[in-house]
Nanobody
């Protein structure tokens, strides 16, 4: 049974850092890869970052490049998203998801399993 469980969300001040995690079970991360999405109130879910399974290539949306880092620990079958220099517009519920076709995409429709989400709040 495929499961994705996010953790590590919380309150962070503008300019601060936070790392969120995504623990996967029922499949191997380096076979599929993982994408991170976020959704703010009243907005559509948007792709933030992705790491491909086979070659570990990483992808970032322009607004987070240089601030966010995606990584994985194959031994723990867990993905991480390190978020630095947080901005108010980063506030959202963050989701990890498994791509259906084992390739990175910013389209939510190309992911078949999702975690429950973790809230990240940016506030002073």
């Amino acid at each position: 049974q495929v499961q994705l469980v996010e953790s590590g969300g919380g309150l962070v001040q503008p300019g601060g850092s936070l790392r969120i995690s995504c623990a996967a079970s029922g499949f191997t991360l380096d076979d599929y890869g993982i994408g991170w999405f976020r959704q703010a109130p009243g907005k559509e879910r948007e792709g933030v970052s992705c790491i491909s399974g086979a070659d570990g290539r990483t992808f970032y949306r322009d607004s987070v490049k240089g601030r966010f880092t995606i990584s994985r620990d194959n031994a723990k079958n867990t993905m991480y998203l390190q978020m630095n220099s947080r901005k108010p517009e980063d506030q959202a519920v963050y989701y990890c998801a498994r791509p259906t076709y084992s390739r990175c995409s910013y389209l939510a429709s190309e992911y078949d399993y999702w975690g429950q989400g973790t809230q990240v709040t940016v506030s002073s």
